[in-house]
């Protein structure tokens, strides 16, 4: 009654009219390397368990795991980064991320150093990755400045390339039913 419900109207347009769209990311590190990848491809982020490996898979394939029931293939980040290996950690983490595998999306375990924590950033903060090298900047949608940190966003469908989706799909047991065999 004291006009409360009627005070700081100006304040709200003003709040509506320069909303900041917001992006949300997962900062995570692997080696010296800080980046972060968008909050809304990762299913969960799990301890290490046993992995299974498999023969003839590219180098940065570790194997298999069993999450519930699925067999899911495992990425190892370092190693798709071309940095030497290095024996887990307490703080080393699995992001169980989806990837787009063209009309359908394959579940993959990635192996990162150290997860630190969730972020929201505005999108206009998020500057376009270098190109440093034609391979380089695939893996990369941009950067963002976070606490005196430059971070790399990660773009998950780009880690991997057509040939490698088609062959981890395979080693999740194909996706699903009715995929064409031929691609």
Known sequence: MKGTAFGGGATERGKTQGRVELTQLVA???????????IMRIKEIINPVPVTPMPKAPPFIEGVIELRGAILPLVDVRKRFDLSPTAPTRATKILIVSVDLGEQRIIVGLIVDRVSEPLRVPKSEIKPAPRLSISERAFFTGVVGHH???????????????????????????????????G
Do not use: H, Q
């Open 148 to 182: 005196g940190k430059m971070l790399m966003v990660l773009d998950v469908d780009a880690l991997l390339s057509s040939a490698e989706k088609l062959t981890l799909s395979g080693m999740a047991g194909g996706g699903g039913s009715g995929g064409a065999a031929g």
């Open 28 to 38: 995570f590190g692997v080696a010296d390397g800080d980046y972060a990848v968008d």
